[in-house]
């Protein structure tokens, strides 16, 4: 009964061809509830098969995409005219379908594992077309070992949903009660943010929670292709690994002056009340590197190359753009720590990360700045291209964070997480 309350409450009236939950946010939460035990014994296997009451749209891609389960056979949704009502086909049709596998693997031993609260019908089936059946014990699970990312078979780069933390039963009645206070914290933090001056502002956010670490080195600029020296210029290109749409506000506070942040994609009302100044890239390098190279003549400059922000400790490919316009450039090595609300989305709506990052009862973030790193615009007989440039700080900055460097792009996340290709738009999604 409790299954079915939570479909009805979860899928009714929800589009079919627009959920993406179970590929975008469930996996995270169950790759967090896997067992190493069990995990190791399935990988002992030869083809595996998930049987689940669970609705299929909800577990198929967690088992296919992250724990290599060659077929999935879940309880199906009842669909009218694209939308789903919230209701779940007979589960007699599960064990169907998973008599007529069993039937066509004739090669091998037939070994089932389940709970021992499993329904009689599935123990039945177990009995009759398994060689062994394994029932695991509730006192089992609790002393299993949960699964280590580096132990996964696929790595959990990217996900989207705003909760932070696995939804238990105490941690989400925690969340609630936290919530009419986070509002609150939230518009006092953005109030002090938007109005008072650095030397105000910064220590006013500590005092109400906020967690603010910077690591400087020294700004001397390394040549990339020999110690030669090379023109300099005055103004500095700040380069930051993405995390949220606070990383340039933050490096602002930490350098206690005002920077222009070149933004890939960012809400018209993140603009509006943006307290440094935002300037929109059109994503055409030509009109791109012309407005970087005007906004460094202006004052110093914070640009992302990711293009998009990401949870995980991963980098993503960096843009080669900014190698090509400044020999003055400072890496920064940003992250940030959040217990409660993720201030990142991929599907909802962009305007809101930065007040749900406010939101937690003490976000963190650490900012390191790196040893300053010759570009190419002003070395013109250097051996090495501009993505020779781009990879070395995407490596440097993942050394100093302990992340790894990966070669996906901002399409690669919307892809997954959206369906689309996370063109920015003026809407407030994106």
Request: aromatic letters at 10%; charged letters at 20%.
């Given at each position: 009964m409790g299954l079915k309350i939570m479909v009805m409450v979860s899928f009714f009236r929800v589009k079919k061809d627009n959920f993406r939950v179970g590929r975008a946010v469930l996996p995270k939460f169950f790759l967090e509830n896997v067992g190493l035990e069990i995990f190791e014994v399935l990988k002992k296997g030869g083809k595996t098969?998930?049987?689940?009451?669970?609705?299929?749209?909800?577990?198929?891609?967690?088992?296919?995409?992250?724990?290599?389960?060659?077929?999935?056979?879940?309880?199906?949704?009842?669909?009218?005219?694209?939308?789903f009502v919230g209701l779940m086909e007979d589960k007699k049709k599960n064990i169907l379908v998973l008599q007529e596998i069993i039937k066509q693997e004739n090669s091998g031993d037939v070994i089932g594992i389940s709970s021992l609260n499993t329904s009689l019908d599935h123990y039945k089936l177990f009995l009759q077309q398994c060689n062994e059946v394994y029932l695991v014990r509730s006192t089992d699970k609790r002393s299993w070992q949960h699964l280590s990312r580096d132990k996964y078979p696929k790595?959990?780069?990217?996900?989207?949903?705003?909760?932070?933390?696995?939804?238990?039963?105490?941690?989400?009645?925690?969340?609630?009660?936290?919530?009419?206070?986070?509002?609150?914290?939230?518009?006092?933090?953005?109030?002090?943010?938007?109005?008072?001056?650095?030397?105000?502002?910064?220590?006013?956010?500590?005092?109400?929670?906020?967690?603010?670490?910077v690591i400087t080195k020294p700004k001397t600029s390394r040549s990339f292709q020999n110690s030669?020296?090379?023109?300099?210029?005055?103004?500095?290109?700040?380069?930051?690994?993405?995390?949220?749409?606070?990383?340039?506000?933050?490096?602002?506070?930490?350098?206690?002056?005002?920077?222009?942040?070149?933004?890939?994609?960012l809400s018209r009302m993140s603009e509006i009340l943006?307290?440094?100044?935002?300037?929109?890239?059109?994503?055409n390098r030509d009109q791109d590197a012309k407005l970087v190279k005007s906004l460094l003549n202006?004052?110093?400059?914070?640009?992302?190359?990711?293009?998009?922000?990401?949870?995980?400790?991963?980098?993503?490919?960096?843009?080669?753009?900014?190698?090509?316009?400044?020999?003055?450039?400072?890496?920064?090595?940003s992250n940030s720590h959040v217990t409660m609300f993720y201030g990142t989305t991929a599907g909802?709506?962009?305007?809101?990360?930065?007040?749900?990052?406010?939101?937690?009862?003490?976000?963190?973030?650490?900012?390191q700045l790196l040893e300053g790193v010759s570009g190419l615009s002003m070395c013109q007989d250097g051996n090495e291209s501009r993505f020779d440039v781009a990879n070395y700080v995407q490596s440097e900055l993942g050394k100093a964070l302990g992340f790894e460097c990966?070669?996906?792009?901002r399409r690669d996340k919307y892809q997954i997480l959206a369906g689309n290709d996370g063109i920015a738009c003026t809407s407030s999604k994106s």
């Amino acid at each position: 009964m409790g299954l079915k309350i939570m479909v009805m409450v979860s899928f009714f009236r929800v589009k079919k061809d627009n959920f993406r939950v179970g590929r975008a946010v469930l996996p995270k939460f169950f790759l967090e509830n896997v067992g190493l035990e069990i995990f190791e014994v399935l990988k002992k296997g030869g083809k595996t098969v998930a049987v689940s009451n669970m609705p299929q749209v909800m577990i198929d891609s967690f088992l296919r995409d992250y724990l290599d389960i060659d077929l999935v056979v879940g309880r199906e949704l009842k669909v009218f005219c694209g939308y789903f009502v919230g209701l779940m086909e007979d589960k007699k049709k599960n064990i169907l379908v998973l008599q007529e596998i069993i039937k066509q693997e004739n090669s091998g031993d037939v070994i089932g594992i389940s709970s021992l609260n499993t329904s009689l019908d599935h123990y039945k089936l177990f009995l009759q077309q398994c060689n062994e059946v394994y029932l695991v014990r509730s006192t089992d699970k609790r002393s299993w070992q949960h699964l280590s990312r580096d132990k996964y078979p696929k790595p959990l780069i990217f996900h989207d949903g705003r909760l932070a933390f696995r939804p238990e039963i105490l941690d989400c009645l925690a969340m609630f009660m936290w919530f009419p206070f986070g509002l609150v914290v939230a518009i006092i933090r953005a109030f002090v943010a938007l109005t008072l001056p650095f030397e105000i502002s910064t220590p006013t956010l500590i005092f109400s929670g906020l967690r603010f670490t910077v690591i400087t080195k020294p700004k001397t600029s390394r040549s990339f292709q020999n110690s030669r020296d090379c023109q300099k210029t005055e103004r500095t290109l700040y380069v930051c690994n993405h995390r949220t749409l606070l990383d340039p506000l933050y490096l602002s506070f930490a350098l206690k002056k005002n920077l222009t942040a070149v933004t890939y994609s960012l809400s018209r009302m993140s603009e509006i009340l943006a307290p440094i100044k935002t300037v929109r890239m059109t994503r055409n390098r030509d009109q791109d590197a012309k407005l970087v190279k005007s906004l460094l003549n202006q004052g110093d400059l914070v640009i992302c190359p990711e293009g998009t922000t990401c949870r995980e400790p991963y980098l993503l490919r960096f843009s080669p753009l900014f190698a090509e316009m400044s020999d003055n450039i400072i890496p920064v090595a940003s992250n940030s720590h959040v217990t409660m609300f993720y201030g990142t989305t991929a599907g909802g709506l962009k305007c809101l990360d930065p007040f749900f990052f406010l939101m937690n009862p003490s976000p963190g973030y650490t900012m390191q700045l790196l040893e300053g790193v010759s570009g190419l615009s002003m070395c013109q007989d250097g051996n090495e291209s501009r993505f020779d440039v781009a990879n070395y700080v995407q490596s440097e900055l993942g050394k100093a964070l302990g992340f790894e460097c990966t070669k996906l792009t901002r399409r690669d996340k919307y892809q997954i997480l959206a369906g689309n290709d996370g063109i920015a738009c003026t809407s407030s999604k994106s």
